[in-house]
């Protein structure tokens, strides 16, 4: 990278952090939703063997009994998201009944739910030993695998709960986020379409979709998702960025600083917006509004190369040349660092 003062600056432009083909943390949210197994089954039980004087009880059948209490008591822990307790007292459940194939199902929730996803991914997988069309326990395990970034493990798990309940519209969700993952566009589309199919008012199904639509340079359709989304929820942060990353695409400038504009009344705090705003000045020669948004990028992240670039970029085209050859002198340096 060298500046020529009264010349150009010469350097190739680091790409800008858009939709990329590999998950990014703001520009693309793939949802992962828990499917928690609903305990009337246990609570059947429970209730059958309470009209059972305990005295005519055997000890199998009080273990179960047990069993369901422990149960019971460790799903509602889940639902107040206290997962250690949960996890003892559903492990306490399997303890007395080995066989019972909810508790390992709602275990492994716990263990989602703490991110320990290899716990998870066993206890998904005796509770599918046991009960081999559980939907639910194929489901979870997909998501759990999505977590580990095993996307064909996902793919499969999902699949198959697919098979077993067509309309389970996460399950296409999670699978075309899968899709996603793997780069395979034109196999992920479809999966967030069915989801929107079966729930209209699915909203990560039009992210996802946009940004499928986004990375495959059809602009114009990721454009329609986002404006969707935005009628569904108009408080949708990443929904007005994704669409400002698409007009920014198009050149269409204006609207792509309003959306980020958007996006920063709603949360001040997603730096790439000042980032990617301040960039969309720069094409509009707005400098000093640009340098004032790369600016507050570095305010936040002290060692972002592509922030430095765009200063120096700023400051060249307003003439102050040494700020900006320090400026591109850091973009190198950080940017060999990444």
């Not at 939709?19 to 949210?29: D, E, G, Q, T, V």
Request: hydrophobic letters at 40%; charged letters at 25%; proline letters at 4%.
């Amino acid at each position: 990278m060298t500046l020529q003062p009264g010349g150009r600056l010469i350097c190739r432009a680091p790409e800008l952090p858009g939709r990329a083909k590999k998950i990014k943390k703001y520009s693309i949210l793939l949802t992962i939703v828990l499917l928690s197994s609903v305990p009337e089954t246990a609570l059947a039980a429970k209730k059958q063997y309470r009209t059972v004087s305990p005295g005519k009880l055997g000890g199998a059948e009080i273990s179960r009994s047990l069993s369901v209490d422990y149960y019971n008591r460790g799903t509602a822990y889940i639902r107040t998201d206290q997962n250690d307790r949960a996890i003892t007292n559903l492990t306490r459940a399997i303890e007395l009944n080995p066989r019972f194939v909810q508790a390992y199902l709602n275990r492994g929730h716990a263990y989602n739910r703490k991110g320990q996803f290899d716990r998870a991914i066993a206890d998904y997988g005796r509770s599918i030993e046991l009960d081999p069309k559980l939907t639910l326990a194929y489901y979870n395990r997909g998501t759990a695998y999505f977590k580990k970034e095993k996307n064909q493990e996902a793919v499969a798990d999902l699949s198959r709960a697919i098979e077993l309940n067509p309309n389970l519209a996460h399950a296409y969700l999670n699978r075309g986020s899968a899709y996603y993952a793997m780069e395979k566009y034109e196999l992920s589309i479809p999966d967030f379409s069915r989801a929107i199919e079966l729930n209209p008012d699915l909203v990560y199904a039009y992210l996802n979709r946009g940004g499928a639509h986004y990375v495959t340079g059809e602009y114009d359709q990721a454009i329609s998702d986002y404006n969707r989304l935005i009628e569904i929820d108009s408080g949708f942060a990443l929904a007005y960025f994704d669409r400002g990353l698409a007009y920014y695409r198009m050149g269409e400038l204006d609207r792509a600083i309003f959306d980020f504009n958007r996006v920063l009344e709603i949360n001040p705090e997603l730096t790439e917006s000042f980032l990617h705003r301040g960039d969309a000045y720069s094409k509009k020669r707005e400098f000093a509004l640009a340098l004032a948004d790369f600016s507050m990028v570095l305010e936040r992240d002290p060692e972002n190369a592509m922030a430095y670039y765009g200063r120096a970029k700023a400051n060249y085209h307003m003439g102050r040349y040494g700020k900006a050859f320090a400026d591109i002198f850091r973009a190198g340096f950080f940017w060999l660092q990444r």
